[in-house]
């Protein structure tokens, strides 16, 4: 009986190291097949980083690309305006050489003008000295005559202005009464207005005493109706009580 005993244990003892052993063996295949895919994983991680730093990259170049691409369209637009200002700028000086050439030609002419003119002038001036001198002599008796005409006019204008001064003045006294008069009048017409105001002041008071009293009269009737109401109702109770 007891050899039956230690052949049970040995092969229950055989039995936990072929568990054992086949507990560990998976350990590490599961710890093998883990650690690959831990591997694996960071791999498509960095593969994935890489790829994100990449488009990143990609994008900031894009960004960079555009913002030449605008700086660029900018200096274009720059030329562009720079040259039509040219443009603008050389039509400008071609129509003031234009302009120029005109006005040299015009003066040019004026001064071909002005040459015949100043000696038609030289001719005329002869002439005119000529009719100046007769006319020294007209003027001399035209003079004479002028001055007695206006020592003529001058008495007259002396009297005229008298005249119109004593015209004036008789104007300026009667628009001096003239305001006087309307003085008085505006004078007149605000104590009247004022007067009127008054009794209308006085009116409307009057009216407001009146409807006081009256409401006056109407409180009283009614704390007279009020008292008799009560009374009559204090002598119905009482009579009520004696009965």
Sequence with gaps: MPKRKK????????NSFTKI?????????SALLNYKKNKELEKI????????????QILKERKELKIWEERLIKESNKIKINDEELRLKEREIRSKEEKQKIENERLI??????????????TKEKELKQKEEEQNRKDIDLKVREDEQKLKELKEQR???????????EELRQKQLENIKIKEWEEKFDREKKLKEQDEIRREQRLKQKE???????????N????????????????????
């Design 7 to 14: 052949k049970k244990k040995s092969v229950k003892s055989s």
């Design 21 to 29: 052993a086949t507990i560990t063996t998976k350990s590490i295949s």
């Design 45 to 56: 991680k960095s593969i994935k980083l890489q790829k994100l730093e990449e488009k990143n």
């Design 109 to 122: 002419k004026k001064d071909e003008d002005l040459t015949q003119i100043s000696f038609n002038l030289r």
């Design 159 to 169: 009297k005229k202005n008298k005249e119109l001064k004593l015209l004036q003045e």
């Design 212 to 222: 006081l009293e009256k409401l006056k009269k109407f409180e009283e009737l009614e």
């Design 224 to 243: 007279q109706s009020t008292n008799i109401n009560l009374g009559l109702e204090g002598f119905e109770i009482s009579k009520t009580k004696e009965n």
